[in-house]
């Protein structure tokens, strides 16, 4: 079962900041955040993943609350190319599997 | 070019044929994974492995067989006795690092519809 709770969907316009939500609260000290996205019919596309700070890459940012039992991935500007299903992902350090939940699906309007 | 292939991208079969989906890598991964999907629904691990010649059964193995013997490939065969195998199949690979696993990153999937 997935650890984590998104919300099934979200629009946003296009330009503006997106930001997705995620609920992990039974997350474990060493177990990470990770986010993936999938566009239809494509293998998921790693985005990013933090442990307690927050991270920024050249996709997106990941902020973590200090209790670490939320999570907001913001895509600073979205584009018509964001539109995709983004999972949110509680990973332990040693562990292999990746347990998707079914993610939100965020549809970036013109 | 580095990556993870698949192929093909879609297939075909008859029901209670075997069929075996490719998945290769070049960026010197040590494990990999076989993912299912079915419509509307997150990622299912089948089957995993971390070195060559050696695997691990995931939460859904049954009806379903792997082989690795060369650290590039990890090919996955759906068995007949695998009784609803229609659906999206995805590869990953990953870097075993101390104590642990890295980022995994996925292939682009193949679309097995049996008829």
């Known amino acids: 079962d997935a650890k984590t709770t998104q919300p099934t969907s979200m629009d946003c316009a296009e330009g503006r900041a997106a930001n997705l939500p995620c609920n992990h609260s039974?997350?474990?000290?060493?177990?990470?955040v990770y986010w993936y996205r999938q566009i239809h019919s494509q293998g998921p596309q790693y985005i990013i993943h933090?442990?307690?700070n927050n991270e920024t890459n050249e996709m997106a940012s990941l902020i973590i609350t200090e209790d670490r039992k939320s999570s907001t991935l913001i895509l600073p500007h979205a584009t018509l190319r964001d539109t995709a299903v983004y999972y949110c992902?509680?990973?332990?350090?040693?562990?292999?599997?990746?347990?998707f939940g079914t993610g939100t699906r965020l549809q970036v309007f013109p | 070019d580095g990556g993870i292939t698949q192929s093909p991208k879609y297939l075909f079969r008859k029901e209670g044929q075997n069929v075996t989906l490719s998945c290769e890598q070049n960026?010197?991964?040590?494990?990999m994974y076989w993912y299912r999907q079915d419509p509307g629904q997150g990622l299912r691990l089948i089957y995993y492995?971390?070195?060559?010649?050696?695997?691990q059964k995931g939460d859904i193995a049954e009806g379903y067989s792997v082989s690795r013997e060369k650290k590039e490939s990890f090919p996955l065969t759906v068995t007949s006795a695998q009784k609803n195998p229609t659906a999206f199949y995805l590869c990953?690979?990953?870097?075993?690092?101390?104590?642990?696993?890295?980022?995994?990153?996925f292939g682009p999937g193949t679309r097995l519809t049996v008829l």
């Open positions: 992902i509680v990973r332990g350090y040693n562990t292999d599997k990746l347990i």
């Open positions: 933090g442990l307690k």
């Open positions: 039974t997350i474990s000290g060493n177990e990470y």
């Open positions: 492995s971390q070195i060559v010649n050696d695997f």
């Open positions: 960026l010197n991964h040590d494990a």
């Open positions: 990953a690979s990953t870097h075993r690092i101390a104590g642990g696993v890295d980022t995994q990153y």
